[in-house]
């Protein structure tokens, strides 16, 4: 049976979160040419920024047939490793984007992707130190 991305049951994949998400959403991603030209990470792709959940996310997004574009979240820099997560998901042929843009070529059209990380909050006692906002 397939499923159209926006199938309730793909939804629910789409939040890749450590290590136990292996394997869970690369048959929803193995869809994205039949509903889409772009698939847009935005951030918190990890739960604790670490570089073996970010090969996790990696394995799930490499070799996609769409162009994968990414910004980092406050989880992807709770390790304080943002630039191995971001190495690792370079690696995978994945564009992270931080203070900059990228143009791809989708399904005939230009699309910009500007990308920033920016977040502070949003949860009770969080603050810029402890969401990797520096």
Partial sequence: MRRSCDDP???RRRHPHGLDSQGLLRPAFDTL???ADLLLLAGDLTRHGTPEE???????????????IAVL???DHHDEQ??????????????VLEG????????GVRVGVAGAKGFCGGS???????????
């Fill in 124 to 134: 009770s006692g969080a603050a810029p130190g402890s969401s990797g906002n520096r």
């Fill in 54 to 68: 970010t090969r996790v996310v990696a394995q799930e997004v490499r070799d996609l047939p769409v162009p994968v």
């Fill in 82 to 95: 943002p630039e191995k997560v971001t190495a690792i998901l370079q690696d995978a042929g994945v564009t």
């Fill in 100 to 107: 900059e843009g990228t143009v791809v070529e989708c399904g």
């Fill in 73 to 75: 979240g406050n989880h």
């Fill in 9 to 11: 049951r793909s939804r």
């Fill in 33 to 35: 040419p039949e509903c």
